[in-house]
């Protein structure tokens, strides 16, 4: 190469053993220096990746317990196919992809998955934007951007009005939680007709069930009325316009709204699968309710969605959103806690982070980002499992330190004597014709409920039980004369059952 007068190199010289001079220039150990340094940072990264890997952690982890292994969770839960992307300081850490898209095909970092409810932040990202641009108003009826149909108001909504900012944090007071799909080759129902419960569409008709602003309540129908108030506005296709102003933007040029997706997409898409471990017929389901649940995607592209928020959050990129409407949308909205414009926003051990699941058939998903340190993780399977899912999540964050999203309790196992156990066993009323029943064998307790199947009970206390199936203790309560009266099962609320 030519070197200007500064651009030449410093030699250096030593002599070897044999007393001849050896040159060599800094240029040439920088670069050695640099390889070390690389090498090194690979090292430690290859580290992380085998700690990920071998640290999934359920619920609860009993002491002496050893940690899982995600190849052997997977097989255990028969997910055919998973893919992370841990991001760290504002940047992607690592991104790998295991098992298989389809029954011949091994799943890579570029194989695409349904996003399913994840697609509703893109759908705030689109509604935000048309604020910005002042082409909508986030607090105004909705009615007045509608065209092509209004949303019928009745007594239920109390005269009050649904604005858009409600659709999008689930406060409009509206049914129809979520949608099943459509098979491929079955005939796709419009926005409209979907809006109404009209055939062919699958659902029921979004309509009010108590006033606007009153309390969350999740509904993939009202995020489908806003699909159709931009498509009134803006005049173009959803997908059109999520693709080219909201995906592209972000840099996220692999994912598509397109329902099926079409081109060289295909060539990525996953195969769905259920719980059992067979394929959906047709390989996925198509959903025309795009902005509640028609994205495809990957954890590599939504990884560049979460850092491009945080970026703009920090005011250090305006991509999509500037500083002060990334603001508006992390803010939860009207009488709730967590629920944002497009995403929850939970506080675990005073680190907060924005964030959303994902539930369509055949596929599972879960994303977090943190709002300040520009920490993040997402994990997509396709699968109709997803209980592996925060197995990784805690693994993720107990490898990576990321605080508050560890949710693994360590208990040590307390010796109960048989006679104890006798005592417990028995038939409790949970509520009318719904029973728990607690059998023994030997020293181990059971427990089922009417219609369920029966799981393992391991005492924490003498009196107190867990399960490692599910997220719920049970704790046996004696009268004045030491008699079994009734059992605590707490599993999201508390029911005190009476010993029948």
Known sequence: MNLSSGDKPHFSTFKDHSGKTVFFTSLLSATF????????????LSERITQVENNLTGQTLISGEKPMNLQDRMKHYKVKGLSIAVIKDYKVDFAKAYGMADSSTKTTTKTLFQAASISKSFNALAMIKLFHDKKLDLYADINTYLKSWKFPYDSLSRGKKINTANLLSHTAGLSVHGFGGYEVGDPLPSTIQILNGEKPANSDPVRSQFAPGEKMQYSGGGTTISQQLLADITGKPYQDYLNNNILKATGMNESTFAQPPVD??????????????SPLKGRYHIYPEQAAAGLWTNPSELAKYIIETQLALQGKSDKVLNQSD????????????SSALGVFIESPEGTKYFGHGGSNRGF???????????????????????????????????????????????????????TTLENYIGRYE??????LSITREGKQLYAQA??????????????????KDINGTVEFVSDENGKIKELILVQGRTIHAKKL
């Open 326 to 337: 990334t603001k508006i949308r992390l803010s939860p909205y009207e009488n709730t806690n």
């Open 264 to 277: 060289n997409k295909k060539q990525y898409l996953a195969t769905g699968y259920l719980a059992d471990g």
């Open 33 to 44: 220096c640099f390889c070390v340094l690389f090498s090194s940072a690979q090292q430690r």
């Open 450 to 467: 009417t219609g369920q199947r029966r799981i393992a009970v391991l005492a924490e206390s003498q009196t107190k039980f867990f399960s």
């Open 364 to 418: 599972q998903s879960a994303y977090y980002g943190s709002l300040d340190g520009g920490n993040g993780l997402v994990i997509m399977v396709n699968s109709d499992n997803g209980s592996i899912i925060p197995e990784v999540i805690n693994s993720i964050a107990k490898v990576y330190g990321f605080k508050g999203l560890y949710n693994t309790k360590i208990i040590t196992i307390t010796e109960v004597s048989e």
């Open 430 to 435: 949970l509520a009318p014709n719904f029973i």
